[in-house]
């Protein structure tokens, strides 16, 4: 099975930061590699998809890059509605999906 | 606009099953999968299975095989998740999420989960 792995766990960042947040694959999953935020008590919400495309409605701070194993989402100025927990999550090895453990980032 | 309601919160002994659902509007039910993702309190997402409401298609996390059912009644366009043998540690909020994909993209690997349900919260204690 496909693992994956994010840093940091969690964050500390003020308001008009960048953050970067990296996931990484146990192996290559070319680009099929897609980024949820979640806030608390609410669903995940879909930011990036296919490792760098931005969802519909996504604020353009945010982007995703990367592939193989490696893959960065970016934050270029941290509004304080970005304060929430991050996902990623590979499709390569369809049907099964995995889930990154995810990064907090809180409140400097 | 796409919609998916989940049902409402459980309270279950240990050893019992739960059934939770999942009612889709806002687009055709049968082309798009469905997931189903849990949470336990203030852990991460964990990927359970999916089922393809057309033709009842479906896989699941070798972690719950045996104990979960997913099904779907197309009429009520409806999915359905089934965990049997509850323990303390299914103690999770369960969410349904759609497959952004058609049959062909989702095989191909072009999979992501574009609208979410807002979850349901299953209690197992005795």
């Known amino acids: 099975d496909i693992q994956m792995t994010q840093s940091p766990s969690s964050l500390s960042a003020s308001v008009g930061d960048r953050v970067t947040i990296t996931c990484r694959a146990s192996?290559?999953?070319?680009?099929?590699l897609n980024w949820y935020q979640q806030k608390e008590g609410k669903a995940p919400k879909l930011l990036i998809y296919a490792a760098s495309s931005l969802q519909s409605g996504v604020p353009s701070r945010f982007s995703g890059s990367g592939s193989g194993t490696d893959f960065t989402l970016t934050i270029s100025s941290l509004q304080p509605e970005d304060f929430a927990t991050y996902y990623c999550q590979q499709s390569y090895s369809t049907p099964i999906f995995t889930f990154g453990p995810g990064t907090k980032v809180d409140i400097k | 606009q796409v919609q998916l309601v989940q049902s409402g919160a459980e309270v279950k002994r240990p050893g019992a099953s739960v059934k939770v659902s999942c009612k889709a509007s806002?687009?055709?039910?049968?082309?798009?999968?469905i997931h189903w993702v849990r949470q336990a309190p203030g852990q991460g997402l964990e990927w359970m299975g999916w089922i393809n409401p057309n033709s009842g298609g479906r896989n699941y996390a070798q972690k719950f095989q045996g104990r979960v059912t997913m099904t779907r009644d197309r009429s009520i366009s409806t999915t359905y998740l089934e965990l049997s043998r509850l323990r303390s540690d299914d103690t999770a909020v369960y969410y349904c999420a759609r497959d952004r994909g058609s049959y062909y993209d989702f095989w191909s690997g072009s999979s992501w989960f574009d609208a979410w349900g807002q979850g349901t919260l299953v209690t197992v204690s005795s």
């Open positions: 806002g687009y055709t039910f049968t082309d798009y999968y």
């Open positions: 192996q290559s999953i070319s680009t099929y």
